[in-house]
T-cell receptor
């Protein structure tokens, strides 16, 4: 099946630093990738939609200058949390939409394993 | 507006019991997709099922079954003869066609299956 990786799987950083999270589709092309955030014991909330070769579309309430998204190729999207603060500590999950859905599969998008961010 | 509601926050059952997780959705669109995902303690989301709005047939996959009722905007998920390994958080989600495929998740239901 389709595989999406995220790197790093977890990161601890000091307040004020920037953190970059990578999302890669390993065996398929993804013109669209999604970034979700999940606080402890809460649901997944979509932060932004990342489109290859164009600007990301951010959900209401998400600061685009704080959460920089770059989708430079059909297999890679990056999320950079700039000037991270303790309230940014969360579980960040990406998903990639397969441009050509695998035959016989009902999945339309594939999730990465997530990145746990802890800002001290 | 689109919304997914999972009213059950936590459910605890004893192994081998059957358990049903409820999901109610709201949308004015006539074409949409509904999903169920499992999230074990590791955090990774596991795809369970996708159903489109034109297909109201119920589906069974092993111990899992899904009941889609458009009349009540519900898409309930039943686990038969539950096992300890079923313990996880389960999310119901909605996706609209023509909306890039982004998912709107319910609040999730934490299922604990005790031995």
């Amino acid at each position: 099946g389709a595989v999406v990786s995220q790197h790093p799987s977890w990161v601890i950083c000091k307040s004020g630093t920037s953190v970059k999270i990578e999302c890669r589709s390993l065996d398929f092309q993804a013109t669209t990738m999604f970034w979700y955030r999940q606080f402890p014991k809460q649901s997944l909330m979509l932060m932004a939609t990342s489109n290859e070769g164009s600007k990301a579309t951010y959900e209401q309430g998400v600061e685009k200058d704080k959460f920089l998204i770059n989708h430079a190729s059909l297999t890679l999207s990056t999320l950079t949390v700039t000037s991270a603060h303790p309230e940014d500590s969360s579980f960040y999950i990406c998903s990639a939409r397969n441009t050509h859905r695998l035959a016989g599969s009902k999945e339309t998008q594939y999730f990465g394993p997530g990145t746990r961010l802890l800002v001290l | 507006a689109q919304k997914v509601t999972q009213a059950q926050t936590e459910i605890s059952v004893v192994e081998k019991e059957d358990v049903t997780l409820d999901c109610v959705y709201e949308t004015r669109d006539t074409t949409y997709y509904l999903f169920w995902y499992k999230q074990p303690p590791s955090g990774e989301l596991v795809f369970l099922i996708r159903r489109n709005s034109f297909d109201e047939q119920n589906e069974i996959s092993g111990r899992y079954s899904w009941n889609f009722q458009k009349s009540t905007s519900s898409f309930n998920f039943t686990i038969t003869a539950s096992q300890v390994v079923d313990s996880a958080v389960y999310f119901c989600a909605l996706s609209l066609t023509g909306n890039t495929g982004k998912l709107i998740f319910g609040q999730g239901t934490t299922l604990q299956v005790k031995p």
